[in-house]
């Protein structure tokens, strides 16, 4: 499972945050949910750093290193040989 792996490139700055959801309503992987009409960073190791967030933040409160995560994932699942480790984007 994806949570293995925690180390991605995903930056969330909750300051800059205005609230229109489209980090929730695009992240295959519910890395971000809603409290107080903001979003919120709950599950940063299911990133898989697709750049869906990123490229749909009106705000620029997201960064991500989009596509490094899937290939240091399975590099990592290589090197361990933890077969739970899998890609989510293929």
């Given at each position: 499972m994806l949570n293995s792996y925690t180390h991605n490139t995903l930056k969330y700055d909750p300051e800059r945050c205005n609230g229109c959801k489209m980090c929730w309503a695009v992240c295959p992987h519910a890395v971000f949910e809603l409290?107080?009409?903001?979003?919120?960073l709950v599950r940063r190791q299911a990133c898989m750093e697709c750049g869906a967030c990123e490229r749909n933040c009106p705000t620029r409160a997201i960064t991500v290193d989009s596509g490094v995560g899937c290939a240091s994932l399975m590099i990592y699942a290589a090197l361990t040989g933890k077969k739970e480790a899998a890609c989510a984007c293929s």
């Open positions: 409290r107080n009409r903001k979003a919120r």
